[in-house]
Nanobody, 111 residues
Framework: VQLQASGGGLVQAGGSLRLSCEASGSIFGINAMGWYRQAPGKQRELVATITGSGSTNYADSVKGRFTISRVNGKNTVFLQMDSLKPEDTAVYYC??????WGQGTQVTVSS
């Protein structure tokens, strides 16, 4: 299974970005997919996850600003990020059950 993430970039504080991640390969019964991020000098942390039935979980720091969604038929997960803050700057990774990881996409929020 491979994960291909896209959609990162440079945005000003208060702006928005939408990340996409598509899973390909030998896929069977993918359940939880999620987004994680790692800022320089910090550990990787959970941003948001979504199960196959649509149940979501968010880090407190992004609740109300980020929205995770998925297209099950295409094994694709999205992360809509609004009201971005400089502290959201990090490399964002998509994952299947914290077992398979994508290559990461850089998000930089300028103040």
């Amino acid at each position: 299974v491979q994960l291909q993430a896209s959609g990162g970039g440079l945005v000003q504080a208060g702006g928005s970005l939408r990340l996409s991640c598509e899973a390909s390969g030998s896929i069977f019964g993918i359940n939880a997919m999620g987004w994680y991020r790692q800022a320089p000098g910090k550990q990787r942390e959970l941003v948001a996850t979504i199960t196959g039935s649509g149940s979501t979980n968010y880090a407190d720091s992004v609740k109300g600003r980020f929205t995770i969604s998925r297209v099950n038929g295409k094994n694709t997960v999205f992360l809509q990020m609004d009201s971005l803050k400089p502290e959201d700057t990090a490399v964002y990774y998509c994952s299947i059950g914290e077992l398979v990881w994508g290559q990461g996409t850089q998000v930089t929020v300028s103040s």
